[in-house]
């Protein structure tokens, strides 16, 4: 018999009837929300995350969510009260997209490195100019080197999901940084699909006591100054900003694993199980591979499993936490194929590539063999990937084989001639 108490011991997963609704992936992320039990929420609607803003309000009028809303004049007031609120210890959450990811861009930096356990929803949306409203993932992909977390999301069901595992994440004392979710803008945020809700009760004995903000909890009878100038004037000003930086990327690099147990504990307790970094699909065997992220991966599974009847051997790789970048889980995935296709939904302009696949660059240098890769750019401003873009990208990927040099020259442009 196991040395753990039975008091210690995850509760099984039970046996009672399935509770299944069909609902859009943004209102999956207000559900997702409300079964966390936030102390505040502040928000400003924007396309395509407004529906979500809807929700959440419904979900207070209702008397099914328990939570402070602030309407906020803008996204940068929205984030500044969210982080007063943080920092007195309340569990806080938000969420938008493209140009109101952009203004509140002071905040948000800021967030990150007073290490602020905030949980925000992205919506992802492509550039606002030439002006689009549409889908994409160019707007989560700008703030990749900010310091928050980043976790994409396939699935309507994971939306919801990942939402709550992410307050966990967050407010893990080795973590004690702020989350993004990131949802594919048009295709996840009014996509509908049938979820099952967990109950209330299985997430509250998943999270546990709230412990937001343990180590700097704002307190009238204990004054403090909060992220205050590290000056040099007795020389220790640089001395502090490295030892806060150096924390935040131990926090970042901590997250990896943190993240991996609150996936495994959501499975045991919940029964639904999701890989937490990276997951591998029909890899066992392959000799080539897709790399995707994000609601894209569907249909290329439907492309991979359509070459494998075909007598191909073929697999895929879907990236779910981008930031801190999974190197040592993405190594191991890419330990015996020998061509690799990576699939962006936005562009890296300093590289003329997708910002996946120039991170993806660094892992192959780490490889010990020569692996040849290409980059493929497609479902800029809501256009559709379709199994007939991936027949493609298996196509060109498979031809690599041929070419052991070769990383890559161009970019290949999926919706260019569509």
């Known amino acids: 018999m196991n040395s753990a108490s039975v008091a210690e011991r995850p509760a099984p997963v039970s046996e009672k009837k399935p509770k299944y609704m069909l ?21 400003y609607p924007i396309t395509p995350q407004s529906s979500l803003v809807e929700h959440l309000a419904k979900l207070v009028a209702d008397g099914r969510m328990d939570a402070d809303v602030v309407e906020a004049e803008g996204e940068h007031s929205v984030l500044s009260v969210l982080q007063g609120a943080t920092l007195a210890g309340g569990r806080t959450y938000t969420a938008t997209c493209g140009p109101g990811l952009a203004f509140m861009f002071e905040p948000y930096f800021r967030t990150a490195g007073m290490r602020l356990p ?9 550039g606002i100019t030439p002006q689009s409203v549409w889908g994409g993932h160019q707007d ?33 004392h080795d973590v004690m940084l702020p989350v993004n979710v990131c949802l594919d803008g048009n295709y996840l945020s009014y996509g509908s699909a049938r979820i099952e809700m967990p109950e209330q009760a299985e997430v509250d004995a998943f999270m546990g006591g709230k412990d937001v903000n343990w180590h700097v909890a704002l307190d ?32 970042m690099q901590n997250a990896l694993k943190v993240i991996e147990e609150v996936h495994a504990d959501w499975g045991r ?47 895929l790789i879907k990236i779910k936490t981008f930031s801190p970048f999974p190197i040592d889980a993405l190594q191991r995935a890419l330990r015996n194929v020998k061509a690799l296709g990576v699939v962006d939904r936005s562009v890296a302009f300093r590289w003329n590539c997708g910002p996946m696949f120039q991170e993806t660059l660094g ?35 498979e031809a690599l084989m041929q070419q052991p040099e070769r990383i890559y020259h161009e970019p290949v442009w999926l919706n260019e001639k569509d």
């Open 269 to 315: 307790r919940i029964g639904r199980h999701y890989a937490p970094l990276v997951e591998e699909y029909r890899l066992d065997d392959a000799d080539f591979a897709l790399l995707t992220l994000g609601s894209m991966t569907g249909a290329a599974k439907d492309a991979v499993d359509e070459a494998r009847a075909a007598g191909r051997r073929i697999g």
């Open 118 to 126: 905030m949980v925000m929803t992205i919506v992802t949306r492509d």
């Open 363 to 397: 892992v192959l240098y780490r490889l010990d063999r020569h692996l040849p890769a290409q980059s493929f750019i497609g479902g800029l401003a809501g256009a559709d990937i379709t199994v007939e873009h991936f027949h493609r990208v298996i196509n060109d990927t």
């Open 23 to 43: 609902c859009e992936g943004n209102e999956a992320a207000a559900l997702g929300v409300a079964l966390a039990r936030p102390d505040m929420v502040a928000l």
């Open 140 to 172: 989560a992909m700008t703030v990749r080197e900010v310091g928050w977390v980043q976790i994409y999301c396939e699935s309507v069901q994971e939306v919801l999901d990942t939402t709550v595992m992410a307050f966990k994440i967050a407010e893990h």
């Open 220 to 251: 009238p009878l204990r004054p403090m100054a909060v992220d205050p100038m590290t000056g040099n004037a007795s020389g220790s000003g640089p001395a502090t900003f490295v030892r806060y930086r150096k924390g935040q990327c131990r926090g």
